[in-house]
């Protein structure tokens, strides 16, 4: 789904990261650790789940959330150790197409900006492996600043800190709840599913020749 309607004028381009810009699947790591897949679906359903893993995206720290879960499920002392010193590990690669979008926005000059649900300690490891964000003038990542999407107040602050008005800035995610809390501020947005139609809603825009 793109955004509802063509604006008159986008002055910014906001991102998500994870399953826009790169790939992100937990399973990816942890199906190299559990070979019997029962197994594997057990863990991943009530152990190193999504839910618990944004609790950390929104700022509790790891080694208290690590020594709770290992006290809550006693025996995956090492599996659980691997979520907090392999998480590289479970970011596969990068979303097909997407690099190249963003390189052709920098190239036509429109100002780049990111909002991501990212744990402080993993981005700082993740950041340094990507020069493709040196493209981006200011990353609000949701670890640094204790706020998560869809909270309207991430959105306020990152509006602030870009320096755009909402309505000015298409922001691009793959949540179509943090999607839809950007569009109730007033942000232009798209409800990101594939590069080939984040392309297709670009050119319309104009932003993308």
């Given at each position: 789904?793109?955004?509802?309607?063509?604006?008159?004028?986008?002055?910014?381009?906001?991102?998500?990261?994870?399953?826009?810009?790169?790939?992100?699947?937990?399973?990816?790591?942890?199906?190299?650790?559990?070979?019997?897949?029962?197994?594997?679906?057990?863990?991943?359903?009530?152990?190193?789940?999504?839910?618990?893993?944004?609790?950390?995206?929104?700022?509790?720290?790891?080694?208290?959330?690590?020594?709770?879960?290992?006290?809550?499920?006693?025996?995956?002392?090492?599996?659980?150790?691997?979520?907090?010193?392999?998480?590289?590990?479970?970011?596969?690669?990068?979303?097909?197409?997407?690099?190249?979008?963003?390189?052709?926005?920098?190239?036509?000059?429109?100002?780049?900006?990111?909002?991501?649900?990212?744990?402080?300690?993993?981005?700082?490891?993740?950041r340094a492996s990507q020069p493709l964000?040196?493209?981006?003038?200011?990353?609000?990542?949701?670890?640094?600043?204790?706020?998560?999407?869809?909270?309207?107040?991430?959105?306020?602050?990152?509006?602030?800190?870009?320096?755009?008005?909402?309505?000015?800035?298409?922001?691009?995610?793959?949540?179509?709840?943090?999607?839809?809390?950007?569009?109730?501020?007033?942000?232009?947005?798209?409800?990101?599913?594939?590069?080939?139609?984040?392309?297709?809603?670009?050119?319309?825009?104009?932003?993308?020749?």
């Amino acid at each position: 789904m793109s955004g509802d309607s063509v604006p008159a004028e986008i002055r910014a381009v906001v991102f998500d990261v994870g399953r826009v810009l790169v790939q992100w699947d937990m399973r990816h790591l942890f199906a190299r650790l559990i070979d019997d897949p029962a197994r594997l679906d057990w863990f991943m359903a009530h152990v190193v789940t999504e839910e618990w893993h944004f609790e950390h995206d929104a700022g509790r720290d790891l080694v208290e959330m690590v020594a709770a879960r290992k006290a809550q499920f006693p025996g995956h002392d090492d599996l659980i150790d691997a979520y907090a010193t392999r998480f590289l590990d479970t970011i596969p690669g990068n979303v097909p197409g997407s690099h190249e979008i963003v390189r052709e926005l920098a190239a036509r000059c429109v100002p780049l900006f990111a909002i991501t649900n990212f744990a402080s300690s993993f981005w700082s490891e993740f950041r340094a492996s990507q020069p493709l964000f040196d493209l981006f003038g200011d990353i609000v990542v949701s670890g640094d600043v204790k706020l998560v999407k869809p909270d309207p107040e991430i959105f306020e602050l990152a509006s602030r800190r870009f320096g755009h008005r909402p309505g000015s800035m298409l922001f691009v995610d793959d949540n179509a709840a943090n999607v839809a809390a950007a569009r109730t501020l007033g942000w232009q947005v798209h409800h990101f599913t594939d590069a080939a139609r984040l392309r297709a809603d670009l050119l319309k825009r104009g932003l993308l020749g």
